[in-house]
């Protein structure tokens, strides 16, 4: 059983891990945090994390080091290489990426990482900055059914939904899944909503018509009011969505499978990035259909 007098390494403190971070340590686990400014992580140091200034001190330093950073080759920089995770961890040392990454990619730390002696779970989340701030993300899980039983009450912790889905790489598998559902849904939550203006309706009213009937869906009642207040902040960047449609591309076509809805989202959203879009909230999509 996974005791909070375990010490957690938080790598990336962004919209999400920062939220995430935050939880273990109001849980009472001892956190401490690589970020490449110590400014970014101000927040989390005055909440008692201590800040390191490496990649290869943190890891030599913790019993778990928890990963949520941007690419896969910000994945690949901070777990391989001298100064990387898997060079530094200490033997029997528990390492879970939660950043939206290639499912091969989780398959070769999985294997690196028992070959030292360390324990690899891939376990990339959904549910954005709210489900983040809440604790009630839904994480992805591939890896040792053993180690996601020993892991549990950390992920307990982040997350409401918490489902291991199999091997190695299994939880990047799942991830893609969900990024592949969102893609076609973007589009359809934004036709809806300038459908329903140009139809001379209110969209707040539809909405509630619409919202709990057959298209009921997270991004219809969590990102659908925010494109008709005309917010565009960022629960998640345009540029990360885009990261992982191409990532689920990719694998779409290694495995032989037919995705027509995912590239026409991919194609709009490189559109939207082009127009400056990249570091708004992927409800900005929006844009593009409301003009």
Request: net charge negative; aromatic share 6%; charged share 20%.
């Amino acid at each position: 059983m996974m005791h909070t007098n375990k010490t957690i390494g938080f790598i990336g403190i962004g919209v999400m891990g920062k939220s995430m971070a935050k939880n273990l340590l109001d849980a009472g686990f001892p956190v401490h945090i690589y970020t490449r400014t110590k400014e970014k992580a101000k927040v989390l140091v005055e909440k008692g994390a201590v800040w390191k200034k490496s990649v290869d001190g943190l890891a030599s330093d913790v019993d778990v080091i928890i990963t949520m950073v941007g690419y896969p080759s910000d994945v690949e920089a901070v777990y391989f290489g001298g100064k990387g995770i898997l060079e530094n961890a200490k033997q029997n040392t528990y390492v879970i990426d939660m950043t939206t990454s290639k499912p091969a990619l989780a398959e070769k730390i999985s294997d690196e990482a028992s070959k030292r002696g360390l324990f690899a779970l891939d376990a990339p989340v959904s549910g954005g900055d709210i489900g983040a701030q809440n604790g009630t993300l839904s994480i992805m899980i591939g890896g040792d059914t053993e180690v996601y039983q020993e892991l549990l009450p950390l992920f307990e912790v982040m997350g409401s939904n918490i489902i291991h889905q199999g091997k190695a790489g299994a939880g990047q598998h799942t991830k893609l899944c969900n990024q592949i559902t969102i893609a076609s849904n973007m589009m359809g939550v934004c036709e809806a909503i300038v459908y329903a203006k140009k139809a001379g309706l209110d969209p707040e009213r539809v909405l509630e018509s619409i919202t709990t009937g057959a298209a009921g869906s997270w991004s219809l009642s969590n990102l659908a009011p925010r494109m008709i207040k005309g917010d565009y902040s960022p629960g998640f960047f345009v540029k990360h969505f885009i990261k992982d449609m191409r990532i689920a591309l990719e694998s779409a076509k290694d495995i032989g499978v037919l995705t027509p809805g995912l590239e026409l989202s991919l194609e709009l959203y490189t559109e939207l990035a082009e127009l400056g879009e990249n570091n708004s909230g992927t409800q900005a999509l929006i844009k593009l259909f409301d003009k």
